[in-house]
């Protein structure tokens, strides 16, 4: 079974409010994923790059989740990430969007659901998250 990483519940993170996620990304790293909304079963954003893993080679998978179930995926063109590098990720949103903003590449992923706070987040995969701040 695959030993879930950090998950923080309870959260209450409105739009326009930051979520940073700072760690490093494991220097044989297969993917990792953040996850943010509700609960594990409703996901605004499952923010998922993928060095090497379910077929896909340097790509940034996005998806939701409505009621466990996911929804359409968005394969991102850049893939600004290494293996071993040490990173700060940063997640907002508001009604239309959520936004992903990295040192070098920011990405957008539609509010599906409507969300109007974030309850939930979890870190998964290769990826050692050393701090997190709320702004
Ligand atoms: C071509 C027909 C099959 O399509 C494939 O269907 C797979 C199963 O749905 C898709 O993979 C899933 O994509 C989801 C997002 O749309 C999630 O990424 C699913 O993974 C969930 C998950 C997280 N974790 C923890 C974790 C996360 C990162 C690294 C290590 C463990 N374990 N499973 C992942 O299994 C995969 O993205 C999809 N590939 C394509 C090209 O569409």
């Given at each position: 079974?695959?030993?879930?990483?950090?998950?923080?519940?309870?959260?209450?993170v409105?739009?326009?409010?930051?979520?940073?996620?700072?760690?490093?990304?494991?220097?044989d790293?297969?993917?990792?994923?953040v996850?943010?909304?509700?609960?594990?079963?409703?996901?605004?954003?499952?923010?998922?790059?993928?060095?090497?893993?379910?077929?896909?080679?340097?790509?940034?998978?996005c998806?939701?989740?409505?009621?466990?179930?996911?929804?359409?995926?968005?394969?991102?063109?850049?893939?600004?990430?290494?293996?071993?590098d040490?990173?700060?990720?940063?997640?907002?949103?508001?009604?239309?969007?959520?936004?992903?903003?990295?040192?070098?590449?920011e990405?957008?992923?539609?509010?599906?659901?409507?969300?109007?706070?974030?309850?939930?987040?979890a870190?998964?995969?290769?990826?050692?998250?050393?701090?997190?701040?709320?702004?």
């Open positions: 079974m695959e030993d879930c990483g950090l998950v923080v519940t309870q959260l209450d409105e739009p326009g409010e930051c979520i940073k996620v700072k760690g490093k990304i494991q220097s790293a297969k993917g990792f994923a996850n943010v909304g509700k609960d594990s079963n409703t996901l605004m954003l499952h923010f998922n790059p993928r060095f090497d893993c379910h077929g896909d080679v340097n790509t940034v998978v998806n939701s989740k409505e009621d466990g179930v996911w929804g359409e995926e968005d394969r991102k063109a850049e893939f600004p990430f290494q293996h071993g040490k990173i700060e990720i940063c997640i907002s949103f508001d009604e239309t969007e959520a936004t992903v903003k990295l040192p070098e590449a990405f957008k992923f539609p509010n599906r659901l409507g969300m109007e706070k974030i309850e939930y987040l870190v998964e995969g290769d990826f050692k998250v050393k701090a997190i701040k709320f702004s």
